[in-house]
């Protein structure tokens, strides 16, 4: 299918994005990314836009770097990028475990960050990454600019706090601190689809083992990305063995309310979500001990 008839914009910079969406707000305008969930829906009519502002060619929306302790995503960072930047692995690991999970590598070569967060698929993976890791969102308009915390960036199924008018032009996440691991898990019906539930995970252990920090988020069971504050209270200052991990699976699957969907009852989005996470924390932890136990021999050394 071809998608119906639409102008089509083209600006260099993002200032010139921003007046587009600004001057064109009221007549059905779209951003295009990757294009890689717009075009489907536009083809299928889901979606039908009277313009559409390709951002593809808008230098400042592309690349990553860390500055002052913060890893700064260009909006226009692929899916691929993620998964093989060594910038990325180093500074925020847990973007490295998730976008394999992202489709197929196709997808991932298209497919950006900032088009995965402002589509805000319920069952995608990288909405749980941004707010397992408190990220920042930025977005600009012709009004200036605006930072979103990724708590408060998901409002419900394919629908985010920016106005129709604002460009997500990067997203900010503070570097992993040294002894930390990270893990993403999903269960999806074949390789690439979405996931039926998924779970992101991070953690810091101290010399001893002992955790100082625990991200958990899942993804997949509910209209937007879940926090679970009572598991990670449940993995601090612990070393995450098998009692913690059981009574961490069942915190999580407590906290969940999931709707049931056509594959799947909420009952097992809710255990295999507590399974998950119970997983990728202990991947995370064991990865954090690598960590350590570099260290030790180092030292000793
Ligand atoms: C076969 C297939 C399988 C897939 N499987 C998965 C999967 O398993 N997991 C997953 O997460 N995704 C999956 N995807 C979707 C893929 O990840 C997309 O890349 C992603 O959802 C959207 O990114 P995009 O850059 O392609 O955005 P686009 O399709 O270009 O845009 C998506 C939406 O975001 C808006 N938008 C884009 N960029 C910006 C911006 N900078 N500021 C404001 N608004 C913006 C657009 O206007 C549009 O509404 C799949 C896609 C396909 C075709």
Redesign the pocket.
Known sequence: MKPPAFDYHRPETVDEATSLLDRLVDDEV???????????LMNFRL?VPQHLVD?NGVAE?AGHAVTDGVLRLG??TR?HELETSPIVRAAAPLFTAAAP????VQ??S???L???L??A?P????PSVVLALDATLV?RSVRGERRIPAADFFITHFTTA?EPD????AVEVPVARPRGGAAFLEV?ARH????LAGAAAAVTVDADGVVTDARIACASVAATPVRVPAAEALLRGTAADPSVIAALEAAVAAALDPTPELKTSAAYKRRTAGVLAGRAVRQAWRTAQNDLTTTRNGQAA
């Open positions: 779209k951003v295009l990314a990757g294009g890689q969930s717009l075009v489907p979606a951002v929306l909006a226009l899916h999970y992202v489709g197929h997808i991932r298209m497919g950006t900032g088009g995965s402002a589509h698929d069952a995608a993976e990288l977005a920016l604002e460009l997500l032009v999806a690439g689809d979405f996931a």
